[in-house]
């Protein structure tokens, strides 16, 4: 069946690096725009990064932009998420979420993972 | 980047009707007929509810109808069931390319 399963997630301390992954599986994932999207704890959705299907193109939430990077390898099915001067406001549940090409909607959804940021 | 403005509640007794609006700009939700609505209940991940404005994913009930004037899409439920009971998010397309979310709305069925 069609799935995205997130992984990396963990305890950080501020500053420090961490990877996010997301492994697709039951669809064309070289067809997929891929995003990151995150939920603070009690807070709502936010929109952080969106890579098109072929990594030609990369938009980035203000947010975010010079400290996170997204990337994807489609021979492998797998998005990524490296997040570098992590402070304590990227505390969130992160999902990976897939849009179809050609579409501007969200239509399939990991579970989450989540990353705390503590010294 | 600013996030769409929803309210942050609502409610209604079953088998009534219930809306919630989405208001954005021009360089978003007033550019373009993408504007879509996620139901997320507590722990779980979004789900897709309206794409498109107003065109329902395979699965989704025909309880729940989406539209748009201008800068503000809404979205309808209308004959409430416990199970609606949910936190309710618009998203948008965004002129740069990006994506936006609403600040999402607690619906509370009574």
């Known amino acids: 069946q069609v799935q995205l399963v997130e992984s990396g997630g963990g305890v950080v301390q501020p500053g420090r690096s961490l990877r996010l992954s997301c492994a697709a599986s039951g669809f064309t994932f070289s067809s997929y725009a891929m995003h990151w999207v995150r939920q603070a704890p009690g807070e709502g959705l936010e929109w952080i990064t969106l890579?098109?299907?072929?990594?030609?193109?990369?938009f980035y939430a203000d947010s975010v932009k010079g400290r996170f990077t997204i990337s994807r390898d489609n021979s492998k099915n797998t998005l990524y998420l490296q997040m570098n001067s992590l402070r304590a406001e990227d505390t969130a549940v992160y999902y990976c979420?897939?849009?179809?090409?050609?579409?501007?909607?969200?239509?399939?959804w990991g579970k989450g993972t989540t990353v705390t940021v503590s010294s | 980047q600013s996030a769409l403005t929803q309210p942050a509640s609502v409610s209604g007794s079953p088998g009534q009707s219930i809306t919630i609006s989405c208001t954005g700009t021009n360089s978003d939700v007033g550019a373009y007929n993408y504007v879509s609505w996620y139901q997320q209940h507590p722990g779980k991940a979004p789900k897709l509810m309206i794409y498109d404005v107003s065109n329902r994913p395979s699965g989704v009930s025909n309880r729940f109808s989406g539209s748009k004037s201008g800068n503000t899409a809404s979205l309808t439920i209308s004959g409430l069931q416990a199970e609606d009971e949910a936190d309710y998010y618009c998203?948008?397309?965004?002129?740069?390319?990006?994506?936006?979310f609403g600040g999402g709305t607690k619906l509370t069925v009574l």
């Open positions: 998203g948008s397309d965004t002129t740069s390319g990006t994506r936006v």
């Open positions: 890579i098109s299907y072929d990594a030609s193109k990369k």
């Open positions: 979420a897939g849009e179809d090409y050609g579409q501007y909607y969200m239509d399939v």
